[in-house]
């Protein structure tokens, strides 16, 4: 299971300007995040360095007319126990994975606006 290879307190950071953007704490909320995108277990590779596991996967980040696929780069640490304490994520082209999850809330806010109450 996930949740016993990763520390209670793991932090994930993702660059860029999106609502997804930023800094993530603790297991429930980094393991929430993964709903957002979607794995293509086509291409995964893994490489260790240290106390360190990068993993170069494709993925597929869904808007709200299109999905684009891209590869997203994972810097796993470990602590001294072997638990990931932190992630970091590099999307290829965070531009583009910027706009498509920014497109994305944007037209779930603009469905609610237009249902009303």
């Known amino acids: 299971m996930v949740e016993a290879m990763w ?31 979607a794995s ?15 993993v170069r996967h494709d993925v597929t980040v869904p808007g709200p007319t299109h999905a684009v696929e891209m590869t997203l780069k994972l810097r796993v640490r470990y602590d001294s126990d072997g638990k ?5 994520l590099e999307p290829d082209d965070l531009a ?16 609610e606006a237009s249902s009303g109450p």
């Open 7 to 37: 520390r209670p307190d793991v932090v994930m950071t993702l660059p860029g300007s999106s609502w997804l953007a930023g800094t993530h704490r603790g297991y429930k909320r980094v393991r929430g995040l993964r709903e957002v995108l």
């Open 40 to 54: 293509d277990h086509r291409r995964v590779m893994f490489l260790h360095e240290d106390d360190q596991m990068i």
């Open 84 to 88: 990931a304490e932190a992630i970091d």
């Open 96 to 111: 583009l994975f910027d706009h498509v999850l920014n497109t994305r809330i944007e037209d779930q806010s603009s469905a």
